[in-house]
């Protein structure tokens, strides 16, 4: 069984994905996006349960109909001896398995990396879990949120007269999803390149949720280590860089950082105040850290007289560099977005036109590409069992009796 084709730079990747939830399904739509087979399991009988997260059109999913788009889905209880089975037939020329069953239940049902690798050397076996496969937490279960608790995320997110403060996206779960996908290649690579010619064998990518968000922390393991010091929250300054900062305009908010002394500079003489270059408590970046209310009140007092396009538009004239603040509406109708079809249409089956985000990142020679949004649940079971496997009818329908499939 070989991958079916599809456009796109991972064309002839072939995945199988057991995960259920976001992070397994977000790294393999990043997969699936730029050309990779993925073939999607579920249970028979249960779904994933981003089927029934809202919003919702005509009763489905739109959770769903973006994170499960260009893959195919096929239904398999991995718990039987015959959907073990299976599975093993599944990943026999298959480059990668993503599973984020809670560590050891893998290994129950007989399919750990050691049986996996045992049917197909070369396979690249993607663990995901709250906490990894090792530690004393590695048994428990975790989401998303309390990866943002553990990692330092919630402490310093907010405004210091605030409550440490979650996302309001699952930043856990993507970016732990991004890590994975940076994992696959870098196993892919070694695999298939590496240094004399790749070494053709697989390995296991241990993932757990919290430790790609502590990762993001660049300078502060090292700030406790040699300082001592715990970073606070601090709203929307940025504790290396000033001025920082979302301001009111007279009808609504507008963003500016000015990380660099000329930036600064430019930004002073926008707002017709070139003396506070000189000014002891804004003449270097460190001092403006220190103050940076103080300059914050000086630049919010210039913006709150001007609309946020006028603000904007003296601001670049100046060439600082600022931006408004949008919502998903102004996003639809922005011109940078619509002439970079940042946003893509498609037929859906179930909706009809849809839009969804384009791919990311964007290459230019061999692009991703959107073919259809999440498919139905185990829509592909003859395709890729009877058609691909060579289940005979009979084979296949004792399975489906059985609720194997």
């Not at 499960?68 to 398999?76: D, G, I, Y």
């Not at 856990?172 to 240094?195: H, K, P, Y």
């Not at 103080?294 to 601001?315: H, P």
């Not at 060439?319 to 970079?340: K, S």
């Amino acid at each position: 069984m070989t991958a079916r084709k599809r456009q796109g730079p991972l064309d002839g990747l072939r995945v199988v994905d057991c995960s259920g939830m976001i992070a397994g399904g977000f790294a393999t739509t990043q997969l699936a996006d730029f050309g990779a087979d993925v073939i999607k399991v579920e249970h028979p009988e249960g779904t994933d349960p981003l089927r029934e997260w809202p919003p919702y059109d005509e009763g489905v999913s739109l959770w769903w109909k973006s994170i499960a788009r260009n893959k195919r889905c096929v239904t398999l209880d991995l718990s039987t001896a015959a959907g073990s089975a299976l599975l093993l037939d599944l990943i026999d020329d298959a480059d990668v398995l993503v599973e984020n069953f809670r560590p050891g239940t893998m290994e129950k049902w007989g399919l750990g990396p050691d049986r996996l690798h045992e049917e197909n050397p070369g396979l690249i076996v993607v663990r995901q879990s709250g906490y990894g496969q090792t530690g004393p937490r590695s048994d428990k279960p975790g989401f998303g949120t309390v990866a943002e608790g553990i990692s330092n995320w919630a402490h310093v997110n907010g405004f210091p007269d605030s409550k440490p403060l979650l996302p309001p996206i699952s930043l856990g779960d993507l970016t732990a999803a991004n890590f994975a996908v940076q994992g696959i290649m870098f196993a892919l690579f070694e695999r298939d390149v590496g240094r004399g010619g790749g070494s053709g064998e697989g390995q296991v990518i241990d993932m757990s949720l919290y430790e790609p968000l502590f990762r993001l922390f660049v300078s502060e393991v090292e700030a406790y280590d040699r300082l001592g010091e715990v970073r606070e929250r601090i709203g929307n300054h940025h504790e290396s860089a000033a001025p920082r900062n979302v301001y009111e305009t007279e009808d609504g908010y507008m963003t500016l950082s000015a990380s660099a002394q000329s930036i600064f500079e430019n930004v002073a003489e926008a707002i017709d105040r070139p003396d506070i270059v000189d000014d002891p408590r804004f003449a270097t970046n460190e001092a403006r850290v220190d103050h940076a209310d103080e300059l914050d009140e000086i630049i919010e007092a210039w913006t709150r007289e001007r609309s946020t396009d006028e603000a904007i538009a003296a601001m670049e004239t100046a060439d600082a560099i600022v931006g408004p603040v949008y919502d998903m509406a102004d996003i639809f109708e922005d011109e940078q977005y619509a002439a970079r079809n940042d946003i893509v249409e498609m037929d859906d089956e179930d909706l009809g036109s849809l839009r969804t985000a384009a791919p990311v990142p964007r290459l230019t020679r061999t692009p991703g590409t959107v073919d259809h949004a999440g498919p139905g649940h185990g829509q592909h079971n003859d395709e890729v069992f009877r058609s691909e496997l060579g289940l005979d009818e009979t084979e296949y329908d004792r399975l489906r009796e059985e609720g194997v499939i």
